[in-house]
């Protein structure tokens, strides 16, 4: 195989040390580069800088310069590549067998077309055995697996928070030591020095137990995927449990119970009338996100079975407006087991924020559209801001989460400001019928949708500004519903209006009230 043509190229870069003197090195690239440059800016300052300058994320500063030098070194490299080549081309004659035979190879490996087919990815092996796993007698065994998996982490992560809350008080108590004695045996500088040094120990520590964790759930994600694919055996399968029963018999098990709900039947359509349920409940949003292996969650066999299922489980959640950045509480919960049929959340974040940098770079975001989930390139972000505003959304995708395989951040500044009047065409609510939209077209048969577009009451969310609000957003969902007929996909069977948790008795059932008015609940004939 002809290996492409390189060179080597130094890379100067000047900088102030840890001891604020300026420093320069030098470090050879090969060119073109085509590894992931945030890597590589990590790799010169643990290799070539002081040990504490990557505490002091050194890397940030050079990441900018590195990434235009070799930008700029590799479109060099092209130029002068292909200017080459065109002059070939103009004093000689072309091998035409050979162009055509290179043109050839270059579809094959870029464009999916044309590509050589092949076997099915081993993510795809992993959730064709998983689901047939899942609709086993096996699946008790399964869900006990991950509950064990899921004490693990769980007990790392407190081991992690006790050690670095311990540390921080006993550096606390020292900084306060020091403090009496300042000006008489203590400078300020003797403090200043203190403090770096305890801010670089803490980092230290934190990165350590982070890794850990990481490196355990890495663990447990190869080991789980290793046990479920040795696991599938035609003739056991065959003698199994029908899907039916394993999932009937589950089917009774829920978790969290609402402190108020209630439950509605309706037709809609305007000449074919479609059949859905419309629930009306009042919870806190991260009882609908909570860990799927809590002490007080029994809902691992719905959420196995709906997995690679047409019958997924969706939740929107308010978001403020500016960078990615989903629920503290929500985040939390989704890390409290090893995720082992998608990225952990945190790396599904950055993905989000990758692909909302390449299509900056390339394009504007659509007003008022939802961010696509999918993944981009294999390098790792660079450090750009990137912002959202109300009525963008970003998709997190979940195993092990109690009530949500989906979760839709959508973003509303409106969530932690005071109430406001809006109305149909107001970007939050498109961005509601843009979150249906994509529901219809994967499978999402279950949507959680927060019925005020607040998480929790305040005192300013008078009664009238409640119903005005709940009257709102049930027309818009109605008009959507009937809509997305024509979108094609699949139906919305469930459809559930999340109230605040801490909402009156009294304002719910008001509230409640009006669900059949607006969606018009069919009413049972009683034949004579």
């Not at 305890?198 to 230290?204: F, H, T, V």
């Not at 007080?296 to 308010?318: D, E, K, Q, R, T």
């Not at 696509?372 to 505003?389: E, I, M, N, Q, Y």
């Amino acid at each position: 195989m002809e290996l492409e043509p390189s060179k080597i190229v130094d890379f100067h870069y000047e900088y102030t040390n840890v001891d604020d003197k300026p420093a320069k090195l030098v470090y050879a690239i090969e060119i073109p580069y085509k590894g992931s440059v945030a890597e590589l800016s990590h790799q010169i300052v643990s290799v070539r800088m002081d040990p504490i300058m990557k505490f002091l994320k050194a890397d940030r500063n050079l990441l900018q310069t590195l990434q235009a030098f070799i930008e700029r070194e590799n479109q060099m490299f092209y130029d002068d590549r292909d200017e080459l080549l065109l002059d070939k081309f103009r004093n000689g004659t072309p091998d035409v067998d050979t162009l055509a035979l290179d043109m050839e190879k270059l579809y094959r490996e870029e464009i999916l077309e044309y590509a050589d087919r092949v076997g099915p990815t081993d993510e795809e092996i992993f959730a064709q055995s998983y689901h047939q796993l899942v609709h086993s007698s096996l699946l008790p065994e399964i869900l006990t697996k991950e509950r064990e998996y899921a004490r693990t982490i769980s007990s790392l992560a407190t081991q992690m928070t006790q050690q670095i809350t311990t540390m921080n008080t006993l550096h606390q108590e020292e900084i306060e030591s020091k403090i009496k004695l300042l000006d008489i045996s203590i400078t300020p500088e003797n403090i200043n020095h203190m403090l770096a040094k305890q801010y670089g120990m803490q980092n230290m520590i934190r990165k350590q137990c982070e890794s850990e964790l990481e490196s355990t759930r890495g663990h447990q994600k190869h080991e789980y995927r290793n046990w479920v694919t040795q696991h599938v055996d035609e003739s056991f399968l065959a003698h199994s449990e029908s899907p039916t029963q394993i999932g009937n018999r589950w089917s009774m098990i829920s978790t969290q119970t609402p402190s108020m709900e209630e439950s509605f039947t309706i037709h809609l359509g305007s000449q074919l009338k479609h059949m859905h349920n419309i629930r009306i409940l009042s919870t806190r949003v991260s009882d609908l996100c909570s860990p799927l292996y809590g002490d007080a969650s029994f809902g691992g066999p719905n959420v196995a079975l709906g997995l690679y299922s047409s019958s997924l489980c969706g939740i929107v959640v308010l978001t403020p407006s500016g960078t990615i950045t989903p629920d503290r509480e929500i985040r939390r919960n989704a890390n409290m087991s090893t995720e082992f049929h998608f990225d952990q959340i945190d790396r599904q974040i950055e993905k989000i924020q990758e692909d909302l940098r390449n299509l900056q770079h390339g394009s504007a975001v659509e007003a008022g559209g939802a961010q696509s989930l999918a993944a981009a390139a294999g390098r790792r972000p660079d450090r750009t801001v990137v912002t959202v505003k109300p009525g963008d959304a970003f998709i997190t995708r979940h195993s092990n989460l109690s009530h949500s395989h989906v979760i839709f951040h959508l973003i509303s500044d409106e969530t932690f400001q005071s109430p406001s009047e809006i109305n149909s065409r107001h970007p939050v609510i498109l961005g509601l019928r843009n979150i249906l939209k994509i529901a219809s077209r994967h499978d999402i048969t279950t949507l959680t949708i927060p019925a005020l577009l607040r998480h929790e009451m305040s005192e300013d969310m008078t009664v009238s500004w409640c119903i005005r609000r709940a009257e709102l957003v049930f027309k818009c969902a109605k008009g959507f519903m009937i809509e997305s007929a024509s979108w094609g996909g699949a139906e919305l069977n469930t459809l559930q209006l999340l109230l605040p948790h801490d909402i009156s008795e009294e304002l719910f059932r008001t509230l409640a009230d009006m669900v059949p008015h607006v969606f018009r609940v069919a009413n049972p004939k009683i034949l004579q």
